[in-house]
């Protein structure tokens, strides 16, 4: 693996050009993590760091409307080289849409467990939760509750 994860982040749209958090999953079976997120989820993936004696994919950014984060199956970004994912990890996701427009594929995608169903919270937002094969949690969230959008 001879090219930078870091010079191929510099090549994606706003990762590296400015001071930001860049949420990192390591997850091994990335493949299966490109479909889950991809192809059950709908996520925008971006494919940019390869192995170049296997082939597979090293690193991704996946995305929905302008929130996203990375998937690595590198173990520098799991601290060690033998180490495994912090289950108390949350990815939340504040979106533009309606939470009820993703609720019914992501709370139904193959492989992702119900954290909650979709809630109106105390702060006013609507939420729901997922957890993703792996175990990571996917919060959702809106500030639209099912009054408003009956307004």
Known sequence: MRSSVLSDLAGIRGVGTM???????FIEQIEEAIEFYRDRLGFNVNVFGVDEESGRPNIFL???????????RVPVFTGEANSTP?????????????????ATRFLSA?????????????????????????????????SETEEAMRD
């Open 19 to 25: 001071s930001d958090v860049q949420p990192v999953l």
């Open 62 to 72: 996946a995305k929905l409307e302008d929130a996203g984060f990375l998937v690595s």
């Open 86 to 102: 912090v289950s108390g990890v949350t990815l939340y996701f504040h979106l533009d849409q309606p939470v009820d427009d993703y």
């Open 110 to 142: 193959k492989g992702s467990t119900v954290d909650h169903e979709v809630t109106d919270q105390w702060w006013g937002d609507r939420t729901f939760a997922i957890r993703d094969p792996w175990g990571y949690r996917l919060l959702f969230s809106n």
